[in-house]
Each structure stands twice: as C-alpha cells, then as structure tokens.
C-alpha cells in the first residue's frame, strides 16, 4: 500500500492507506478508522502477515497511530500494530506530511517520526541505487548531496553541473519531442516530461507540444461558463462575469480551453477509481476524441 494514489497505482495490486486501513479524511489526532471488528475488510487484515508501506513519509504521524489502534482492536491484544510486521519505506528528505497554514513546528511534528509509535521500528538504509545508469552516478551524488545540503555556499547559492546548463539556442521542446512525434514514437513520449516552475510556463510548453502532433483530428473543450448567483448581492454578476472566469487557470482544475489531439499525453487530476488505476497523477495517452469522452490509455503503473 502507500500513501497517494499515484504511488499505490504503481504498485502491483497495490491500495492506499487510506482504502486498507478505512481512514477518513482529513486526519485528526482524535480521528478513528470505519473498519467494523466484525466486518469482512476486519477478517482480511487479521489474516494479513506483513503489511508494506510505500511513500511513508508523507504521511501525519495519526495515518500510524491509528492503523496501530486498529491492529490491536481487531488482534484482540495489546501488543504494537497487534503483533504484526510493519515494513515502512520512503525517503524524508522528499515530502513531508502537508499542514494547510502549518509553521515549520507544526509540520515537523507531524511526521511519523514524532509518533507514539516509532520507538518499534527499527532504521535500515539502502546504500546501492539500482536505478542509476553508470554514466548517471555522478549526477545522482549530486542530487543527494544538494538534499543533504553539503552544497550550499555562505550565501546559499548552488553551482549546476554543467549537464543541467542547456546552450542559449536551445529548443527543449524539439530536442525532447520532436523526432519522438515525427517517426510516431508516441509509447516513448511517456517516458519523457519537462518540468517547470510555474503553471503559465507548463500551458506554453503544452501548447507548443500539441502543435507538433497531426493537426486533422485537434478538438477544442471548454468548461462550463455560466454564473450562479448565490447570495443577494445584486451586484455579483458584475464581478463574476463569464469572460472574467474563463480568463482564470487554478492549478487543482483543467484550463478553461483545452485543446487536444490523438496521441497527447494528458493527466489525470482527479481521483476515479484507484483499483483501475484512474487516481490524481495518472499519465494516459489520447487514442480518440469525441464529443463527451476521450477515450485514452493508461501509461503509468500495471493497468
């Protein structure tokens, strides 16, 4: 299991935290799992032996408190998690638990670190990156060194390899997708991404993208863009004109136009359904566009 949705997917047969130990959201120190003693989900983890948890991490310390009050429950006993093994994996140097208008005490305190309940677990670290290509090594030490921060200066600026540095004429769009889109590569495009700061940079660099696939089948979508008034302020649909909102672009919804073609690469934005592989952060390609569904493939994880 793991913690997000995306991470789960990746997963063989994998589930979130969230779906095995019945949590509710959000997490409260006070908060209680929905999982009946009696019930059918209650049996499963009763005959479960070794519970593995990816992306840990990123959990509130209350995901483990509350998974350990469980196990005891349902074991019947007072034994930590009710006898079982617990194996936890992730890296804290990557994410750590979000708290909305949390200071850095607050955030801290909830890591999994500072539970009731890791004074049971033992610390192993693993030293070999089996991922790491032979001419990747020297920029794999880099980025761990830059999370350690060995590489700061007096000031706290970072000198980049030069491998990170691209020339001043350099088309990072047509070096990254362009002979992938002309010889109709297009599997191979989803292994591939660019990253940005700031989502007016990502809208540009997708709409430069698009422009290289075939033109013929583009289809143009557009929300929803009529107002409700919801209160008795007259004057509200003076400020909230239609115009005024298809203007906007919040990161957590699709633009207001969205202009597509067959073989883009799109992400999924929502959660759907996580045993399908349909959660927040799934990669899909565009096989055929219709008027109210896009009929896609999923590109990341085993469905």
């Not at 994998?14 to 999982?35: E, M, Q, R, Y």
């Not at 990123?58 to 408190?65: D, G, K, S, V």
């Not at 002979?179 to 191979?188: A, F, G, Q, S, T």
């Not at 008027?291 to 990341?300: A, G, N």
Request: with cysteine; charged share 25%; aromatic share 6%.
């Amino acid at each position: 299991m793991a913690f997000t949705g995306i991470a789960a997917t990746l997963l063989p047969a994998g589930k979130t935290v969230h779906k095995t130990f019945g949590l509710p959201v959000p997490l409260f120190a006070d908060s209680s799992s929905n999982i009946k003693i009696q019930s059918k989900e209650a049996q499963y983890l009763k005959e479960t032996d070794i519970f593995i948890w990816d992306e840990a991490p990123m959990a509130p310390r209350y995901a483990l408190e509350i998974m350990d009050r469980t196990l005891r429950d349902i074991m019947n006993n007072d034994l930590p998690f009710g006898g079982k093994i617990i194996i936890l994996g992730g890296d804290f140097r990557q994410l750590l638990p979000i708290k909305i208008h949390g200071t850095r005490c607050e955030i801290v305190n909830l890591s999994i670190k500072f539970s009731s309940t890791w004074k049971h677990f033992v610390n192993f670290s693993l030293t070999e990156n089996v991922r790491v290509l032979p001419k990747e090594t020297e920029f794999a030490k880099f980025l761990l060194d830059m999370g350690d921060g060995i590489l700061n200066d007096s000031n706290d600026n970072i000198q980049l390899p030069d491998c990170c540095i691209a020339p001043i004429n350099a088309d990072i769009i047509e070096d990254i997708y362009g002979d992938l889109i002309r010889n109709k590569e297009y599997n191979k495009m989803a292994k591939c991404a660019i990253l940005s700061a700031r989502n007016a940079d990502v809208d540009e660099i997708n709409k430069r993208v698009v422009e290289l696939l075939d033109i013929s089948e583009e289809r143009i979508y557009t929300s929803t863009d009529s107002t409700e008034n919801s209160g008795n302020n007259d004057d509200i649909d003076e400020v909230l004109l239609p115009e005024y909102l298809n203007t906007l672009s919040p990161s957590s919804l699709p633009p207001y136009e969205l202009r597509l073609r067959p073989n883009c690469i799109i992400m999924l934005i929502r959660n759907l359904n996580i045993n399908e592989g349909l959660c927040n952060g799934t990669r899909l390609m565009i096989i055929e566009l219709a008027d109210h569904l896009l009929k896609c493939k999923i590109l990341t994880g085993d469905k």
